[in-house]
């Protein structure tokens, strides 16, 4: 399955087109990972969401890209992208 | 003669070229900080040669296009990390870069995956350097890659803008060449060859007469010019004088011609085997036929051993095609009846590709599946399209492509990611 980032015009405006505009308002600056945490999970980041204390956010660490809760000490330089929306199965 | 530099006044249309710095390179460091610093290269298919590099292995001396098998120990010895390309990852990369750079101009041309010619609003156009460096940090922080942005009153002399851009830090990515006193002291360093458009063919022979820099390239007379280098070198010094000859061109140009083509693996010699790389190369030339909404009217096969191992044997071969097309079923018969024509026993083929050719517009054509049978192969080769473009993989594909072919390129250091894929999203450790 693929999701893809720009629109297409037989989408918008449906039901679909609605979900992803909620889930990625912002295509270019929005990526899907996963995390070896939760394997079925999909991480929504944006880059483009400021930063602040108490949300989720992807690091970027010599050791590659980690997943943390930003603390009121954060190092704004060293956050790669914000989490803006994690999708998972119901446990 | 008078001084051609006179003709420079105004910059009131202003454009620039966003160009990626080592686009490839940056793509696999997109979700690898780790490889911050670290000399980085991304191979051709096949993992034949250098195609793009990180600062840190120019720093080393390893040229663009270098073979991989010279530079291989040399690499490892400095710890660089190589990449087989993964050209999928890098469109979708290239796609978001372009999606975000439209935002913030009137228009654009999207020139290469890594390279777009952009019109610079108004509020640009009072302090070009700032606007460049703005769109720098925008572009940076929303997809995570890189640019140089160089903003001139021409193409030709944006691109030199952008060279000096990435090579120079204290321009923070963003350079403005405007007329002036400045624009010829930068036109005096540029060697003749990296002007746009000059490069390797015409550069010996300019050189060879005393024109050896872009300085000197502006200043040479019109006629002479016109005589040897034709309109388009003409205009490419015009452009070096301020003058717009090569407008922005926001509808992307049908291509006249679309080739596929690859080295292979391993040497193929069996008439199967290299019957299906020519299916393969001629299924992904048609999804681009299609893709620019265009009809192949010829379609030529081409295959051949290496230069650099025993005889040289190379063919080739093109059938006019009856009725314009975009059917792959017609391509595909078409591509087989070339190569049986060219094919001979007993050779050690490294290379083939194919290419369509007479292009024309496919218009409007409604596509029934109960038509013709021609349009039936036309609406089946788009339905196969959106398919395998819906799924970000090919599942839908002829029979006789199914499976592990040993010419497939090799890719043994390939990431494997993508971001539109949800099977092959980036994953990352957390939070511990």
């Given at each position: 399955m693929a999701v893809h980032m720009t629109r297409s015009n037989e989408i918008q405006g449906s039901a679909a087109g609605r979900l992803l505009d909620m889930l990625l308002p912002r295509?270019?600056?929005?990526?899907?990972?996963?995390?070896?945490?939760?394997?079925?999970?999909?991480?929504?980041?944006?880059?483009?969401?400021?930063?602040?204390?108490?949300?989720?956010a992807i690091l970027s660490t010599e050791r590659g890209l980690r997943l943390a809760t930003l603390d009121s000490r954060f190092d704004s330089s060293r956050v790669w992208g914000v989490v803006t929306w994690v999708i998972r199965e119901p446990s | 003669m008078g001084h051609p530099g006179a003709v420079l006044k105004s910059c009131?249309?202003?454009?620039?070229?966003?160009?990626?710095?080592?686009?490839?390179?940056?793509?696999?460091?997109?979700?690898?900080?780790?490889?911050?610093?670290?000399?980085v290269v991304v191979l051709s298919s096949n993992d034949g040669v250098v195609i793009s590099r990180s600062n840190e292995v120019k720093a080393l001396g390893v040229k663009m296009?270098?073979?991989?098998?010279?530079?291989?120990?040399?690499?490892?010895?400095?710890?660089?990390?190589?990449?087989s390309s993964n050209f999928r990852l890098y469109e979708e990369v290239s796609a978001r870069v372009m999606a975000c750079l439209r935002r913030f101009v009137p228009s654009m041309e999207v020139y290469s995956v890594d390279e777009a010619f952009l019109e610079v609003p108004p509020e640009g156009k009072k302090k070009p350097e700032e606007w460049a460096?703005?769109?720098?940090?925008?572009?940076?922080?929303?997809?995570g890659i890189p640019v140089s942005v160089g903003a001139a009153p021409t193409k030709t002399a944006a691109k030199l803008a952008a060279e000096r851009a990435k090579k120079r830090p204290e321009t923070g990515g963003g350079f403005a060449l405007l007329p002036g006193e400045p624009w010829d002291d930068l036109l005096r360093e540029v060697p003749v060859e990296d002007v746009w458009g000059i490069g390797r063919r015409w550069s010996d022979f300019l050189r060879r007469r005393g024109i050896s820099t872009a300085l000197r390239l502006r200043d040479a007379p019109d006629d002479r010019l016109e005589k040897h280098l034709g309109i388009r070198g003409?205009?490419?010094?015009?452009?070096?004088?301020?003058?717009?000859?090569?407008?922005?061109?926001?509808?992307?140009?049908?291509?006249?011609?679309?080739?596929?083509?690859?080295?292979?693996?391993?040497?193929?010699r069996d008439r199967e085997s290299l019957a299906e790389a020519v299916t393969?190369?001629?299924?992904?030339a048609g999804r681009r036929l299609r893709s620019q909404n265009s009809l192949a009217g010829s379609l030529s096969v081409s295959i051949s051993?290496?230069?650099?191992?025993?005889?040289?044997?190379?063919?080739?071969?093109?059938?006019?095609l009856e009725n314009p097309t975009d059917s792959d079923i017609t391509l595909i018969g078409a591509a087989a009846g070339a190569l049986s024509s060219i094919y001979r026993e007993g050779h050690d083929y490294e290379k083939a590709e194919v290419c369509l050719?007479?292009?024309s517009s496919a218009g409007t054509v409604q596509l029934s599946l109960f038509g013709k049978r021609e349009d039936r192969g036309a609406a089946l080769s788009r339905a196969a399209d959106r398919l395998n473009g819906e799924a970000g993989r090919r599942l839908l594909l002829p029979a006789a492509l199914l499976g592990e072919k040993e010419w497939h390129p090799r890719k043994d250091r390939h990431s494997g990611m993508g971001l539109e894929d949800l099977e092959t999203l980036p994953v990352i450790s957390g939070e511990k």
């Open positions: 295509p270019s600056s929005t990526f899907l990972l996963r995390s070896a945490d939760a394997p079925g999970s999909i991480l929504v980041v944006d880059r483009a969401v400021p930063p602040a204390e108490g949300r989720k | 009131a249309d202003l454009l620039a070229l966003c160009d990626c710095n080592n686009f490839f390179v940056s793509c696999e460091r997109l979700f690898r900080p780790d490889l911050e610093g670290r000399p296009g270098e073979p991989y098998f010279r530079v291989r120990s040399f690499l490892e010895r400095h710890g660089a990390a190589v990449f460096r703005d769109i720098r940090a925008v572009v940076l922080t929303e997809t003409l205009r490419t010094a015009w452009e070096l004088r301020g003058i717009r000859c090569f407008p922005i061109e926001e509808q992307e140009k049908p291509q006249k011609s679309i080739q596929s083509s690859r080295s292979f693996a391993v040497p193929v393969e190369f001629t299924l992904t051993t290496s230069r650099f191992r025993g005889s040289f044997f190379g063919a080739r071969a093109e059938v006019a050719g007479s292009l």
